[in-house]
């Protein structure tokens, strides 16, 4: 099993839609959990962490789901620069004992006019 | 301020040549990540740096892959040989230790071994 998951897409939606991508993890004890964007051949880039309470950027809203293992990006009135591919991120540790980032293979969003 | 510093932006090259990728980090982070990045397989960690040292290298394929840290503003991830199955795109990023999340990637080497 991946250590995440997530649905390639890609998503087509209207703008001014709602979307909304979900993401398993496979490692229960990881700690943090992250999205970034990726626009196209583009670096990838944070867009927001993720809090076990569930945390609000505008129209971006992520949450987490412990018992469950996944993690959920909701976009609200989608623009067309909202078109890019969101990577799910999850922090474990390594046998190391240091902390690294282990990323999804993205789901991919595409808003039209 | 400058952001992470990757070079080249585009290699192409043909089996068996030997490939260095260069990257300088943001100035004052501690940590340093190469990535590739596929379509099958997405984004991989290949290897990372805490204060130049190599902490985890577990997920560079094999032998012919390579990465050096000299001083803290320089890396390298070197393939000898390179075969066309390494083609991907290769990116370098850093962070400041525990802000381990908070990673700045640079904008990535478009490798093609032909």
């Known amino acids: 099993r991946k250590e995440v998951e997530q649905d390639p897409g890609p998503f087509n939606v209207p703008e001014g839609a709602t979307v909304a991508f979900n993401c398993t993890y496979s490692?229960?004890?990881?700690?943090?959990f992250f999205w970034y964007r990726q626009d196209c051949r583009k670096e990838p880039k944070l867009l927001m962490s993720v809090y076990s309470s569930g945390n609000e950027d505008g129209r971006f809203t992520a949450q987490l789901n412990r018992a469950s293992q996944y993690i959920s990006l909701l976009i609200r009135d989608s623009k067309l620069s909202d078109s890019a591919t969101y990577l799910c991120v999850v922090n474990i540790f390594s046998n190391t004992g240091f902390q690294k980032l282990v990323f999804g293979t993205g789901t991919r969003l595409l808003v039209s006019p | 301020d400058a952001g992470v510093i990757q070079s080249p932006r585009h290699e192409v090259t043909e089996m068996g040549q030997e490939v260095t990728l260069r990257c300088k980090p943001i100035s004052g982070h501690n940590s340093l990540f190469w990535y590739r990045q596929t379509m099958m397989r997405g984004l991989e960690l290949l290897i990372y740096?805490?204060?130049?040292?190599?902490?985890?290298d577990s997920g560079m394929p094999e032998d012919r892959f390579s990465a050096k840290m000299p001083n803290a503003s320089f890396s390298t991830l070197k393939i000898q040989p390179s075969e066309p199955r390494d083609s991907a795109v290769y990116f370098c990023?850093?962070?400041?230790?525990?802000?381990?999340?908070?990673?700045?990637f640079g904008p990535g080497t478009r490798l093609t071994v032909t």
């Open positions: 740096f805490n204060n130049n040292v190599p902490i985890d």
């Open positions: 490692n229960s004890a990881s700690q943090s």
């Open positions: 990023a850093s962070s400041l230790l525990p802000e381990v999340h908070e990673q700045y």
